[in-house]
């Protein structure tokens, strides 16, 4: 197999260490590609490059109407090859295709909601209280950026930082996940085919503890953009730390999904299905915990019940398959001991709970979907993030004992409700402590919308506007128009 490379200063390049990486397709543990298997060396490369490209280049005064176009062209690219991107991204996911095909529609509109927004905002003119003055505000590239991506939306988590940091003038290194890299590496075919120039966006691979260390602590980059757990969330924080960059965190959740009795149930339980089960609930908004309102907890847990009975596990590319496996076998153990934690403090297994008995699925990385009930808010199946297609079922009596278990977390990345009650609904929303919440609905996101969570969930906000003020710096320029002595000293 030819080794799949990097992309530093818009040359394709082995690792300098000529280390190599084997990625495996999680249905079946194959070998899908070989890649060039970065270290800090290649990090400390790819950061001068786009250290030059800032302070030497002519990208950050490109005007924004031009970065647009190239922008733009990059979303039409990504439509051109829509199905060779879904298909790598499900090789290497395990995801199915018809989710990664989704992904990729979410990505192109993604690049083309900030071509569009790039040139609106030309700043600001303040009414000055000195005489004889011009008082202006004017956006500017925050500088050199490192991003750094997860596994499980490896592209469109990429989307969300590529797109705002290249329209805003900023030049940028990104590392994918060292187990998905294979549509990181497509899109910087079509970011060059763009006419982006070279420095600009550099693409590094390898480990986080190297590469990933690397972006986080180095003194030459301005900003750090990372999407993954909260543990890797805090140390990159105190790497950022020596030289002060500007941090943007988007961590994990443990989300909410809180029915009453009034609920439109047939939608509910469909849509808790969806809430978890996509992706095998590898999802960091993913609606693990069910609370449900007492009085409906028996008919709802066995609706749901009967309905994760039938879904079919299988290879991705297979129409017919629901559900994929996980990404590996670390990630699967973690999953069931996870399981057997919160068996051993209480909690019943309703449906799944091991890996699947099915022969063909014995070479992937499979878990059963999972229901447990009678959970309760001390569990730690409750509290942590399983990350896997696991729900926990809790129940309540009233509406303020509702809010008080979906506020009960150390997350706060999103959560639904589901009632006819309008009233009761924005009521409940308005307590909710999450980035996000959905009244009947769960898991929608879109550009147009703010992403990101409350409390350990993460710091900042990706799509929107917002996101694309992550990647400015806010200047005001004085100018005094009739310059004259004070004579105080
Ligand atoms: N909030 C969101 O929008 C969002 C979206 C997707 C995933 N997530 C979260 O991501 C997590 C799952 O992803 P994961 O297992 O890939 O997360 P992870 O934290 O293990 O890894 C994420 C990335 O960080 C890198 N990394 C690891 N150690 C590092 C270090 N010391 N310094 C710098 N980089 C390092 C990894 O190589 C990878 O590229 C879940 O917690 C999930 O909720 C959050
Ligand atoms: C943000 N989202 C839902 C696309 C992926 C989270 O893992």
């Known amino acids: 197999m030819d080794i799949k490379k990097q992309y530093i200063n818009g040359q394709w390049v082995e690792a300098i260490s000529g280390n190599t990486r084997d990625i495996i397709n999680p249905y079946n543990q194959e070998v899908i590609a070989v890649v060039a298997d970065g270290n800090a060396q290649d990090s400390e490369k790819a950061i001068a490059a786009a250290r030059e490209a800032f302070d030497q280049g002519d990208w950050p005064n490109t005007p924004a109407t031009e970065r647009a176009k190239i922008v733009k062209k990059i979303a039409d690219l990504i439509d051109r090859d829509q199905e060779e ?33 790039a ?12 005489p004889n003055s011009i008082s202006k505000v004017v956006k500017e590239p925050v500088g050199v950026c490192g991003q750094i991506t997860p596994w499980n ?48 966006a550099n693409l590094v691979l390898g480990p986080g503890n190297t590469v990933g260390a690397e972006l986080s602590s180095h003194k030459n980059v301005d900003l750090i953009s990372f999407t993954g757990g909260i543990e890797t969330g805090k140390t990159i924080m105190q790497a950022a730390s020596h030289n002060m960059k500007k941090i943007a965190l ?96 209480g909690a019943t297994v309703a449906v799944g709970g091991k890996r699947p008995d099915d022969a063909e699925l014995q070479n992937g990385f499979f878990y059963l979907p999972t229901i447990l009930t009678n959970c309760t808010t001390d569990m730690s199946v409750v509290q942590d993030e ?35 009650d309008i009233v009761k609904a924005e009521r409940c929303v308005a307590k909710m402590r999450m980035g996000t919440v959905w009244i009947n609905d769960f898991n929608i996101y879109f550009p147009h919308a703010p992403w990101g969570g409350y409390k350990q969930s993460g710091i900042g906000r990706e799509l929107g506007g917002m996101g694309l003020e992550e990647y400015q710096e806010t200047k005001h320029i004085f100018h005094n128009l009739k310059p004259e002595t004070m004579n105080w000293f």
């Not at 996911?93 to 192109?108: C, F, H, N």
């Not at 009233?398 to 639904?416: P, R, V, W």
């Open 386 to 420: 399983a990350f896997g297609p696991v729900i926990t079922v809790e129940k309540f009596k009233t509406e303020e004992e509702a809010i008080k278990l979906a506020n009960d977390s150390i997350y706060g990345l999103s959560g639904g409700v589901w009632t006819k």
């Open 153 to 200: 939306y490896p592209l469109l988590q990429a989307s969300w930082k590529l797109a705002p940091a290249l329209v805003t003038g900023n030049t940028l290194i990104i590392k994918p996940s060292e187990i998905t890299p294979l549509t990181h590496i497509k899109i910087f075919e079509l970011i060059e085919e763009s006419g982006v120039p070279k420095g600009v």
């Open 85 to 117: 991107l879904a298909k790598l991204e499900s090789l290497d996911t395990g995801k199915t295709l018809e989710e990664s095909r989704w992904d990729m529609e979410d990505i192109a509109g993604v690049f083309r909601y900030y071509a569009e927004l």
């Open 250 to 345: 988007e961590l994990g959740g443990k989300n909410p999904n809180v029915i009453f009795a009034d609920a439109n149930l047939e939608v509910a339980i469909d849509q808790a299905l969806n809430a978890v089960y996509f992706h095998a609930g590898q999802i960091c908004s993913a609606g693990t915990r069910i609370i449900v309102e007492e009085s409906i907890h028996d008919t709802f847990v066995d609706a749901l019940t009967q309905r994760v009975k039938k879904i079919k596990l299988g290879n991705g590319f297979d129409e017919t398959t629901q559900m994929g496996p996980l990404i590996s076998e670390e990630h699967l153990k973690k999953v069931e001991r996870y399981v057997e934690k919160g068996i051993k403090e």
């Open 119 to 130: 040139d609106k905002d030309g700043g600001e003119i303040i009414n000055s209280p000195i």
